[in-house]
């Protein structure tokens, strides 16, 4: 079985920051890809930041500049660093894997979601 396991979500005020953490574990054989998506009410999933193998990525327009994604690959382990939040910013965030699992195919895998919200 496999884990995604996110944690540092939670209230700031605009201008703020956060780092959000999300780990996986179990019987994980590889992973291509790990990234953030987040989801405000009433609104879609969107991606927010996306780390490959070798290091590239890619972000959301709305976040270029501000966020910053970064991996331990010894550690499993997806950072996403969020400088000057913005209200607009407040959504539940995801963590996303692009993993093989021993036995499986490769397939997408998905955190609980932390919940960001930023307000005065």
């Known amino acids: 079985q496999v884990r995604l396991v996110e944690s540092g979500g939670g209230l700031v005020q605009p201008g703020g920051s956060l780092r959000l953490s999300c780990a996986a574990s179990?019987?994980?054989?590889?992973?291509?890809?790990m990234g953030w998506y987040r989801q405000a009410p009433g609104k879609e999933r969107e991606l927010v930041a996306r780390?490959?193998?070798?290091?590239?990525?890619n972000y959301a327009d709305s976040v270029k500049g501000r966020f910053t994604i970064s991996r331990d690959n010894a550690k499993n382990t997806v950072y996403l660093q969020m400088n000057s939040l913005k209200p607009e910013d407040t959504a539940v965030y995801y963590c996303?894997?692009?993993?093989?699992?021993?036995?499986?195919?490769?397939?997408?895998?998905w955190g609980q979601g932390t919940q960001v919200t930023v307000s005065s």
């Open positions: 179990g019987s994980i054989f590889s992973i291509n890809a």
């Open positions: 996303n894997a692009r993993m093989v699992v021993y036995g499986s195919w490769p397939n997408d895998y």
């Open positions: 780390i490959r193998n070798g290091g590239s990525t």
